[in-house]
C-alpha cells in the first residue's frame, strides 16, 4: 500500500522537478506587450537579433544551476543548460553571433539589468517580477494562466 502513495506522490511532482513560471521581461518602455512562442524562441537562440526599430536585442541569460535557466533550457532550447555552451560555441564558429549571451547571477540582478537597458529581454522567475519591468505574454497567456508555456507542472 505505501508503494502505491509513493507511486501517486510522484505522479503529483512538477514535470522536470521544476514548480516556478518562468516570465519573460523587457524594459517598461520596450512597445512590445506579447511575443509569440516562436519568435521568442528564435530571439533567445539568436536567429532573431533586431527588435522591430532594427536596433539589437541584448539577451540575458542566467548562470547554470538556477532552476529557472534548467527549465528555459529545456523548454526554448530543447536541451539540458550543460548542452548549451557547446550550441553557442557552434554559433560562434560559423560566425552566427560574435560571443556568448550576457549572464546574470540572479533573478534580482537580470531584473535590475532589465529595468536599466532598454534593448534587453530575459527571463526570470514570475514570483520576483515588479514594476520595474514589462512582462510579456506569449501566445496571448501570462505566467499562472492555464496554457502558459513556461512552467514546470
Known amino acids: 500500500m505505501s508503494s502505491i502513495l509513493i507511486f501517486l506522490s510522484l505522479l503529483l511532482l512538477p514535470v522536470g522537478g521544476y514548480a516556478i513560471d518562468i516570465a519573460i521581461i523587457v524594459h517598461q518602455d520596450n512597445p512590445l506587450d506579447e511575443i509569440s512562442f516562436r519568435d521568442l ?69 537580470v531584473k535590475r ?18 514594476e520595474s519591468v514589462k512582462v510579456l505574454r506569449i501566445d496571448g497567456k501570462h505566467p499562472g494562466e492555464e496554457g502558459y508555456f513556461l512552467n514546470g507542472r
Open 41 to 109: 524562441r528564435r530571439i533567445f537562440k539568436q536567429e532573431k537579433q533586431r527588435w522591430a526599430d532594427n536596433q539589437n536585442i541584448y539577451v540575458i541569460m542566467q548562470e547554470d544551476g538556477s532552476p529557472e535557466k534548467g527549465l528555459f533550457v529545456h523548454k526554448i532550447f530543447l536541451m539540458r543548460s550543460n548542452e548549451l555552451k557547446r550550441y553557442w560555441l557552434n554559433k560562434i564558429i560559423k560566425g552566427d553571433i560574435l560571443a556568448f549571451p550576457k549572464t546574470l547571477s540572479s533573478n534580482d540582478t
Open 113 to 130: 539589468f532589465v529595468a536599466q537597458i532598454d534593448l534587453s529581454i530575459a527571463y526570470v522567475n514570475a514570483d520576483v517580477v515588479d
